[in-house]
């Protein structure tokens, strides 16, 4: 090996631009190669613009591999997060459990990042994808679509397949595949769902704070709280983003209409019956719910909304109960990859090395971030492991360097 080590990092997202900032030292010279004209694309989108990193709440329980990621976390925790942050110059605030820069802008997150990409003197490529991988007796020859570099080191930071506009296709893992490293089936994760009704159109808008559960068989297979919104093709919220990825065939979605029902609701609604029979029953439920639900209600069970209460039989009013509290419909699917902020799937785990994400059969190639097959809860959860991923080989890296 020369005595400067030659790091190439394929990808320049949340983990790889961090791996670099991180790994860069006098005995090293560190390269970034992104196949879009500008880095940090799919950053800037996240957290709606606004770029939720972290989550007050962490623990490994948020993601889908909890042992493979336990280490990280433990080494990287969000306070590590936030103080790293504050260091390179970018203070944070909370909304909630949800940790987001102080400007709200995503961009601040960015700009950050690229001064400290620039202070470091790392080169960053754009419009370079790169097309295959070879490992030679010395270290690794890539090819891109314009020229054939060579590296000592070899970070894949280059994502999943959600949000392809952004540049993570998933085209990338061919690359390894190629070279024989096993890649697990890649769905779309944190998506919103597909609902069949005839009332989305009407619903579209609507907010509920309450828990969303997903049933298949009249058995429950998921079930998430928190903010649950109505669009005009089905339901989305931080609860239904968790549940995506856990749709299959025959799947029913339920829903409150009133927001956190406690064990008191039901009580609630039988002393409005008997507390107000003059009311029409457009009158009843306008003092308790969106009054764009009334329409649904009433129509779904075929009632006149001018109808006294009083004129209203328990048996039926039981029905208006259940649909206050249970509204059933029918997922018929997700919106896809196009929308999706996580990819469920990557390069399997057993091909990597928890400790420090190298490879297994390849020494000196290393797989990070979403490039790896774990994906995490709505809400921050995802962008921390990919920093903290990226923060951790950053500093594994520059050790070995100056080791050289």
């Known amino acids: 090996m020369s005595d400067n080590m030659d790091i190439i ?11 670099a900032i991180n790994a860069k030292n006098e005995n090293n010279k560190v390269i970034l190669l992104e196949k879009n004209d500008r880095i940090g694309k799919k950053l800037l989108a996240t957290g709606n613009g606004r770029c939720n990193y972290t989550n007050m709440n962490l623990t490994e329980k948020n993601y889908s591999s909890p042992d493979f990621v336990k280490r990280t976390l433990e080494e990287f925790t969000n306070e590590d997060l936030i103080n790293h942050f504050k260091i390179l110059g970018l203070e944070s605030t909370r909304d909630g459990e949800r940790v987001y820069p102080i400007s709200l802008k995503a961009n601040s997150v960015l700009n950050i990042l690229i001064y400290w990409l620039e202070k470091k003197g790392i080169e960053i490529k754009t419009n370079s994808q790169v097309k295959e991988i070879k490992k030679r007796k010395k270290g690794y020859e890539l090819i891109t679509n314009d020229e054939t570099l060579k590296a000592d080191v070899v970070v894949a930071a280059f994502g999943g397949k959600a949000m392809p506009a952004s540049g993570s296709d998933g085209v990338s893992f061919e690359i390894l595949k190629k070279m024989g490293i096993r890649v697990t089936d890649l769905k ?10 005839k009332y989305l159109k009407h619903l579209s808008g609507t907010k509920v704070l309450g828990r969303a559960r997903l049933l298949k068989d009249e058995k429950l297979v998921d079930e998430r709280e928190g903010e649950i919104l109505f669009t005009n093709y089905g339901i989305s919220g931080p609860p239904i983003l968790d549940m995506s990825v856990n749709i299959s065939d025959n799947n029913i979605i339920e829903v409150p209409l009133i927001n956190n029902l ?90 990597v090395n928890p400790e420090n994400y190298e490879s297994k059969k390849f020494k000196d190639l290393y797989i990070i971030g979403e490039a790896l097959d774990i994906d995490g809860d709505c809400g921050g959860y995802n962008l921390h492991f990919a920093f903290s991923c990226g923060y951790r080989l950053g500093k594994i890296l520059r050790e070995k360097s100056n080791l050289q």
Do not use: C, W
């Not at 994760?189 to 009704?197: E, G, I, R, V």
């Not at 409005?272 to 969106?290: A, K, N, Q, T, W």
């Open 9 to 19: 990092i394929i990808g320049a997202g949340a983990s790889g631009i961090v791996t």
């Open 188 to 197: 779309p994760a944190l998506t919103q769902l597909k609902l069949d009704s």
């Open 262 to 351: 406690n064990e008191d609701s039901i009580d609630m609604l039988y002393n409005r019956y008997y507390m107000f029979p003059d009311f029409s029953l457009e009158e009843f439920l306008l003092g308790i719910v969106d009054k764009k639900f009334i329409h649904y209600i009433v129509d779904s069970l075929n009632m006149d909304k001018n109808i006294a209460m009083n004129m209203i039989p328990v048996g039926d009013f039981e029905k208006i109960v259940g649909l206050l509290l249970k509204s059933r419909f029918r997922v018929t699917g997700n919106t896809g990859f196009k929308n999706a902020q996580v990819t469920r799937g990557g390069v399997s785990l057993d091909e």
